[in-house]
């Protein structure tokens, strides 16, 4: 196979991927370890670039990669590509949302029964030496209203799990309609603020969405509210949910993205880290996990066939 359709994969990804596009004629180039000095010196004859978070891919990268027919990012959100430049120039952009929304789904649920049930709080008081009963008993999701914002593949996925309860689920997507059952209610956004006790973000980081949970928003809120995000960390203004959390509007959040999160989610901690985060660690009803909803050893795999799938049946 001529130079052409080299496919440059500069992240790692599961060698389901690799294999596929292997048998199916592409030449493999693992640049995992490379530089981006290194990547861009070789980029002028890369046909596809397979990639989670390791660099943002602007127009400024992409122009060093002129015969460039496709990128696939291994995950769902694309906010780190040029996707206006990809536009431009006929890149088709691949991602894989289908592969991780199951393990998204089943993360959400989890932290969501732990922060009910003050698992984590309990767990970290006994290893202290503290048996506190009173203290942590819990409340059951049964008999709740759950809101869901965002009805794409990983909203829609934590709502068949939460099927499996007693549950009223009040859905909203500014770009979705007539998805409502017997037990899922398409909603808009004032009925979320009035009704729920649970609310759950499941959408992309975009100029629109960004900062969408802020001092207003938690402010709007009718009830007492357990918060859960697993969408992309900027979606919610940290200080704004630290005051909600003070003044009881939020009576427990589960995070497993955070607004400081730097565009490769890796480095976290290399970093100068603000006052906020630390604010966010003390709560005793904080759940924080490291973007890892989603990261599952099926998922690993699922991501990548799916990938996989898209680019064999893209004629280019």
């Not at 698992?119 to 209203?145: A, F, H, P, Y």
């Not at 914002?149 to 934590?158: D, H, K, S, T, V």
């Not at 629109?208 to 979606?235: C, K, M, P």
């Not at 565009?263 to 985060?277: A, D, G, I, R, Y």
């Amino acid at each position: 196979m001529s130079d052409r359709k080299k496919v440059f994969v500069i992240d790692s990804v599961h060698p389901v991927l690799m294999d596929r596009l292997s048998a199916a004629g592409y030449q493999i180039v693992d640049a995992v370890s490379w530089d981006k000095k290194l990547l861009l010196e070789k980029l002028q004859d890369a046909f596809g670039i397979i990639i989670r978070s390791k660099f943002t891919l602007d127009a400024s990268f992409l122009e060093n990669a002129p015969n460039l027919k496709f990128i696939a990012r291994s995950g769902s959100g694309l906010e780190n590509i040029d996707q206006n430049y990809c536009f431009l120039k006929n890149i088709h952009l691949f991602n894989s949302p289908e592969g991780n929304r199951n393990a998204v789904a089943e993360q959400a649920l989890g932290m969501l029964l732990s922060l009910m049930n003050n698992v984590q709080k309990s767990n970290q008081e006994i290893k202290s030496g503290l048996w506190l009963r009173e203290e942590n008993r819990g409340e059951e999701l049964d008999g709740k209203t759950v809101g869901i914002i965002g009805y794409g593949n990983n909203g829609q996925a934590f709502a068949r799990k939460l099927k499996g309860f007693d549950v009223r689920i009040l859905v909203y997507d500014k770009y979705k309609s007539n998805f409502g059952d017997n037990q899922i209610i398409e909603s808009n956004i004032e009925q979320l603020m009035q009704e729920v006790d649970v609310l759950s973000f499941h959408i992309p980081l975009t100029d629109e969405t960004r900062h969408w949970a802020n001092e207003a928003f938690f402010d709007s809120l009718q009830r007492s509210i357990y918060f859960l995000n697993l969408s992309r960390g900027e979606v919610v203004e940290a200080n704004a949910l630290i005051s909600a959390i003070k003044n009881g509007k939020v009576k427990g959040a589960a995070l497993d993205v955070l607004e400081f999160e730097p565009k490769s989610f890796e480095s976290f901690f290399n970093q100068k880290l603000p006052q906020s985060f630390y604010e966010l660690l003390n709560f005793p009803n904080v759940i924080m996990t490291p973007h890892i909803g989603g990261w599952t050893k099926e998922s690993y795999y699922k991501l990548s066939n799916v990938l996989a799938d898209k680019i064999l049946a893209t004629d280019f």
